[in-house]
């Protein structure tokens, strides 16, 4: 499998792409896929070629995906990249969120794009902001305690982004291929929050349409609550080496009122 392996060292840079992938057909299936490239992203269109030809899509599993390059117009930064048939799996209950990569910085690279019409695209998001606020590092529990390692509060009213680390639980290659260490990669997280007295699941307190993705990070969105409850705040990561592992965090719901007098 080893899907994380870096697709070719001669491209410099690469930048995960979240696809929310909705619920409804559960199984196997591909889906066409449109990523707006921001014209505000300058490491990325000061390093690519004027051309275009160096901006490849790449799917979890370090394969290159059938692409197209459409409304390019170099000069006024406006890039939207579609990608077809990306293998995706609906489980009929939970929203998938998957990551591809856009890989670009690489002068000699050919032309590597497919004339297709995408059909029913979903959208990819790239997120470009820094993990703030909320920001869980290593979440993992080695000293048998029966809390999640990372705690955050919040207000009802509060929206906002709850960042996990993942990369540090990804296995890395012993010997290096194409001059990286990458080995294990991450294929798609499931997200959600439960109420810690049983396994109900609270659906109004996060947008899982909204799950980003950072180099070693997601970002899963969290809003709403009841006053005075902690829960539970969920990303179950699946990997190419098709091991799963579940981030946590716990959320309370403060609204600090002052006491009264």
């Not at 992938?21 to 269109?45: L, M, R, Y």
């Not at 606020?133 to 993992?140: E, F, L, R």
């Not at 946590?248 to 007098?261: G, K, M």
Request: hydrophobic share 35%.
């Amino acid at each position: 499998m080893s899907g994380s392996s870096w697709y070719d060292e001669n491209f410099k840079y690469r930048w995960p792409v979240a696809v929310n992938v909705p619920t409804g057909s559960s199984g196997a299936h591909n889906k066409d896929v449109e990523i707006v490239i921001p014209s505000k992203w300058d490491v990325f269109w000061e390093n690519i070629q004027s051309t275009g030809f160096d901006v490849y899509c790449v799917d979890y599993n370090g394969n290159l995906l059938t692409q197209v390059r459409h409304a390019f117009n170099y000069a006024n930064r406006s890039l939207t990249m579609r990608v077809q048939n990306l293998p995706v799996t609906d489980s009929g209950t939970f929203r998938h969120t998957y990551l591809i990569y856009i890989y670009f910085g690489n002068p000699s690279a050919a032309n590597a794009v497919t004339v297709f019409t995408p059909s029913s695209p979903l959208s990819g998001q790239i997120f470009l902001g820094k993990p703030t606020n909320m920001v869980a590092g290593d979440t993992a529990n080695t000293d048998g305690s029966e809390s999640a390692a990372a705690s955050f509060s919040k207000t009802i009213q509060d929206q906002q982004y709850l960042w996990f680390k993942f990369d540090s639980r990804l296995s890395r290659r012993i010997s290096t291929y194409n001059d990286f260490l990458f080995y294990e990669g991450l294929k798609y997280v499931q997200v959600y929050v439960k109420h810690p007295t049983g396994p109900t699941l609270q659906p109004l307190m996060i947008d899982d349409s909204k799950t980003r993705f950072l180099p070693g990070w997601v970002g899963i969105f969290v809003q709403a609550g009841t006053n005075n409850l902690d829960y539970l705040a969920i990303a179950d990561c699946y990997t190419t080496e098709e091991q799963r592992f579940s981030l946590r965090a716990v959320l309370s719901i403060r609204e600090q009122y002052p006491p009264a007098r």
